[in-house]
């Protein structure tokens, strides 16, 4: 849990075990507080469950993120299971950009993400997903992807969603009506004031970005879609639209982690 005040950002209470911990970089003067995420594990595999839970409130300011990008292993029949709960309130900014989750073939993963957000605050949440590793020349035909967003804003439910792929899918999703070539997929919210300007900063920034991608705003949230055929340039086209965002939005969490360069 974090507070702040408007000079500061105070952590008021922390719990970590094996094999999550967490860590406070030290940040110049002046810049938001970063939190880092490391998997001691070295990845996920089948049967494994993992809970992450943030609270921001009290005007803190934070950005989180992972040290690396999660491998995702093979999982013989039981499913990984993951989740993370973030809540921003009473004039907190949370931003919540981890490092990519990559997916091995026949990997197993029901992932859920809930979001409790206020009126009063401001929430970049991201998730992302690789299909193997390309370049290598991994291809992931079989095994099975549930991820899930929940998102409240002022205790009201104003968005769900849930991105499904199983043994029986996998083989199809190169159709153009699926994901076609797309092997690497990111899902942005942000919920804060000044919506419609701040909605069309995103539809011009998802434009400009060397990769597909759409805007649309709904429950009182921006909602940005982003794919491409490798990881890298989604990496890419996701540090575009937070470089850009963070300089519309001046100084604060919502910018490229410095975790992301290391």
Same mark, same amino acid.
């Given at each position: 849990?974090? #507070? @702040?005040? /408007?000079?500061?950002? +105070? &952590? =008021?209470?922390?719990?970590?075990?094996?094999?999550?911990?967490? %860590?406070?970089?030290?940040?110049?003067?002046?810049?938001?507080?970063?939190?880092?995420?490391?998997?001691?594990? #070295? @990845?996920? /595999?089948?049967?494994? +469950? &993992? =809970?992450?839970?943030?609270?921001?409130?009290?005007?803190?300011? %934070?950005?989180?993120?992972?040290?690396?990008?999660?491998?995702?292993?093979?999982?013989?029949?039981?499913?990984?299971?993951?989740?993370?709960?973030?809540?921003?309130?009473?004039?907190?900014?949370?931003?919540?950009?981890?490092?990519?989750?990559?997916?091995?073939?026949?990997?197993?993963?029901?992932?859920?993400?809930?979001?409790?957000?206020?009126?009063?605050?401001?929430?970049?949440?991201?998730?992302?997903?690789?299909?193997?590793?390309?370049?290598?020349?991994?291809?992931?035909?079989?095994?099975?992807?549930?991820?899930?967003?929940?998102?409240?804003?002022?205790?009201?439910?104003?968005?769900?969603?849930?991105?499904?792929?199983?043994?029986?899918?996998?083989?199809?999703?190169?159709?153009?009506?699926?994901?076609?070539?797309?092997?690497?997929?990111?899902?942005?919210?942000?919920?804060?004031?000044?919506?419609?300007?701040?909605?069309?900063?995103?539809?011009?920034?998802?434009?400009?970005?060397?990769?597909?991608?759409?805007?649309?705003?709904?429950?009182?949230?921006?909602?940005?879609?982003?794919?491409?055929?490798?990881?890298?340039?989604?990496?890419?086209?996701?540090?575009?639209?937070?470089?850009?965002?963070?300089?519309?939005?001046?100084?604060?969490?919502?910018?490229?982690?410095?975790?992301?360069?290391?």
């Amino acid at each position: 849990m974090l #507070g @702040g005040s /408007a000079s500061a950002t +105070r &952590l =008021e209470d922390l719990f970590q075990r094996a094999p999550l911990r967490i %860590i406070f970089p030290r940040t110049p003067a002046g810049e938001p507080q970063e939190a880092v995420l490391i998997n001691t594990a #070295g @990845g996920i /595999a089948g049967g494994d +469950r &993992l =809970e992450c839970a943030v609270k921001a409130r009290e005007a803190a300011s %934070i950005t989180v993120t992972s040290q690396a990008p999660e491998r995702l292993y093979r999982a013989l029949n039981e499913p990984a299971r993951v989740v993370t709960t973030l809540e921003a309130r009473d004039g907190a900014r949370l931003a919540w950009i981890p490092q990519e989750t990559i997916v091995f073939d026949q990997a197993r993963l029901r992932r859920r993400t809930e979001v409790e957000v206020s009126s009063g605050a401001e929430l970049f949440a991201l998730e992302w997903f690789v299909l193997g590793r390309v370049a290598r020349g991994e291809r992931v035909v079989e095994g099975e992807i549930t991820d899930s967003w929940r998102v409240k804003k002022d205790g009201r439910l104003v968005w769900a969603d849930t991105f499904r792929a199983t043994d029986a899918t996998f083989p199809h999703l190169h159709r153009r009506a699926l994901l076609s070539e797309h092997g690497a997929l990111a899902t942005l919210i942000y919920s804060g004031p000044y919506l419609e300007r701040r909605l069309e900063i995103a539809r011009e920034l998802v434009a400009s970005l060397g990769c597909a991608g759409a805007t649309t705003s709904l429950g009182g949230l921006i909602i940005v879609r982003l794919a491409a055929a490798l990881s890298s340039e989604l990496r890419l086209g996701l540090r575009g639209l937070l470089e850009g965002f963070g300089r519309k939005l001046g100084p604060g969490p919502f910018r490229v982690p410095r975790m992301w360069s290391s």
